[in-house]
């Protein structure tokens, strides 16, 4: 599968973070669902790391089954606009990256 993901950054301020929940719920998500070709929306909350506490506050894949797909919906109004949202009320916040996932078991 190939994924954008944003790495979003831990909010400190409890009334920030209740805007931006807000709004990533109700806004952000859906204009993401609404991406052609996408498979799901995975939210990530982080709730710390092996010294404690994490400068993040979630990591949010966005699914394509093949890179077919993934290339197509970068180009897309609907791309597009997630891109232009999460600008508007996440900038500084997010750092976006493209992925290929690499299964493996034992």
Same mark, same amino acid.
């Given at each position: 599968m190939y994924k954008v993901i944003a790495a979003y950054k831990a909010l400190t301020d409890e009334a920030q973070k209740a805007k931006f929940e807000e709004h990533f719920k109700n806004i952000h998500t @859906?204009?993401?669902l609404k991406i052609p070709g996408i498979k799901e929306v995975r939210t990530n909350k982080i709730f710390g790391g092996p010294a404690g506490a994490s400068d993040l506050h979630q990591v949010v894949e966005m699914v394509f089954e093949n890179k077919d797909?993934? =290339? /197509? /919906? *970068?180009?897309? @109004? +609907? *791309?597009? +606009?997630?891109? =232009?949202? /999460?600008? =508007? %009320? &996440?900038?500084?916040?997010?750092?976006?990256? %493209? &992925?290929e996932e690499i299964i493996t078991k034992g």
């Amino acid at each position: 599968m190939y994924k954008v993901i944003a790495a979003y950054k831990a909010l400190t301020d409890e009334a920030q973070k209740a805007k931006f929940e807000e709004h990533f719920k109700n806004i952000h998500t @859906p204009i993401c669902l609404k991406i052609p070709g996408i498979k799901e929306v995975r939210t990530n909350k982080i709730f710390g790391g092996p010294a404690g506490a994490s400068d993040l506050h979630q990591v949010v894949e966005m699914v394509f089954e093949n890179k077919d797909s993934w =290339k /197509a /919906a *970068m180009k897309t @109004p +609907e *791309m597009m +606009e997630s891109g =232009k949202d /999460a600008m =508007k %009320f &996440a900038g500084d916040l997010v750092s976006v990256h %493209f &992925a290929e996932e690499i299964i493996t078991k034992g």
